[in-house]
């Protein structure tokens, strides 16, 4: 199962595209009328702007602190994932930092908890994206 990370902003930001051949940060933007099967509809205010951000995974699993598994980096594919992670999370630093407005927030869930009851509020300082060892939790609203 993989994590997905939504952000809730009055910004409207660029979406970028999944490139299979260049895996990277991707933005998509979630309508209504076209991704009724994403309940975070539930989790909007005011009719803000919701944006599904994925990581080189494909996914949100890239989101996770690189330390959060146990790497061998000295295996060729673990240290190529965790040096992914780490871009990963420096690029989704960049975005937050340019598009982000008072008011905006982030939730991470687990595929499938889309729309479930938030568990925590939490004023969130964007640098920690940075730290490698910062690990986010699932279903809490991360105002930034």
């Not at 260049?22 to 009328?33: C, D, M, R, S």
């Not at 598994?69 to 295996?75: A, G, K, W």
Request: aromatic share 14%; charged share 30%.
């Amino acid at each position: 199962m993989c994590w997905a990370m939504y952000l809730f902003t009055d910004n409207v930001i660029d979406e970028i595209k999944w490139d299979d051949n260049n895996p990277g940060l991707f933005i998509e933007k979630i309508y209504k009328e076209k991704n009724m099967d994403y309940n975070v509809n539930n989790w909007n205010e005011n009719n803000k702007n919701i944006y599904y951000i994925g990581s080189s995974q494909g996914c949100g699993c890239g989101w996770q602190s690189p330390n959060h598994e146990f790497l061998d980096l000295n295996d060729e594919d673990e240290k190529k994932e965790y040096e992914n992670k780490i871009k990963d999370r420096i690029e989704l630093f960049k975005i937050l930092n340019k598009n982000i407005n008072n008011g905006s927030f982030f939730i991470i869930c687990w595929e499938g908890d889309q729309g479930n009851e938030i568990k925590q509020i939490l004023n969130f300082n964007i640098e920690l994206i940075k730290d490698d060892n910062y690990q986010f939790e699932e279903l809490i609203k991360y105002m930034i």
